[in-house]
């Protein structure tokens, strides 16, 4: 999964439509609940299941499609 598919998916769950590559989830708004939103698409869209403590560690859309790549 890309970055601008992860940006997206981000756009999408907190309903915002200025997100970047380096655009933190948390910083955003995002929160435990909004988060398993995001990974929950993130395994719909890739086969790729990630834990909350993924998202944690890698927030923003940039970071975070790393940990995908790294895990698919």
Sequence with gaps: MNVDAVSAVFR??????EVNAD????????DS??????LSAVARATGVELEFDDLLDAPT??????????AA
């Design 61 to 70: 859309p940039n970071a975070l499609s790393k940990k995908i790549a790294e």
């Design 23 to 30: 655009s933190d989830f948390f910083v955003m708004g995002g």
């Design 12 to 17: 999408e769950v907190l309903e915002i439509s």
């Design 33 to 38: 609940l909004l988060a398993t939103r995001v």
